[in-house]
């Protein structure tokens, strides 16, 4: 599945422009062109049950993420999770490039080689990692 010209957008790259003001498609379109934005299935899935279970306004910025995470400006692809698979071994396992401000997964991704994408100082998005 490792398409070279994808980023895969994780689940809380979606708040971005609720918590920081930020558009991240517009961002994307200019340090990352010719790149196309993806997310999956389970992403969504995610991003569904964050806004059922949360309350005010962070039901508001879940909806408004998932919102985001649907558009026409994402593609969708339905990946499924292998027996007993997390989300974030799942990410590593289809992705050359991963949209994520999660620390977690950005060690993980970089012990495999895979470029991470992310929020810095608030500001901007940053590349940790090399475009093949």
């Known amino acids: ?6 980023i895969i957008i994780d689940t809380n790259f979606f708040f971005i422009p609720f918590h920081f003001n930020i558009d991240i498609i517009d961002e994307f379109k200019k340090t990352f062109p010719g790149y196309k934005l993806v997310t999956t299935n389970f992403i969504i899935d995610e991003l569904v049950g964050l806004k059922k279970n949360s309350k005010g ?8 993420a998932l919102k985001l995470a649907k558009s ?5 692809i339905n990946i499924d999770l292998k027996e007993n698979e997390q989300v974030d071994d799942a990410l590593i ?6 949209a994520t401000n999660d620390k977690e997964l950005r060690i993980k991704a970089r012990k495999r080689e895979i ?5 810095r100082q ?3 998005l940053e590349l940790d990692g090399y475009l093949h």
């Open 122 to 124: 608030k500001k901007f």
């Open 72 to 76: 026409d400006k994402i593609n969708l």
């Open 1 to 6: 599945m490792k398409s070279k010209k994808e």
């Open 115 to 119: 470029a991470i994408i992310y929020l």
């Open 93 to 98: 396992r289809i992705s050359n490039i991963i």
């Open 57 to 64: 306004k962070d039901r508001i910025n879940s909806s408004l």
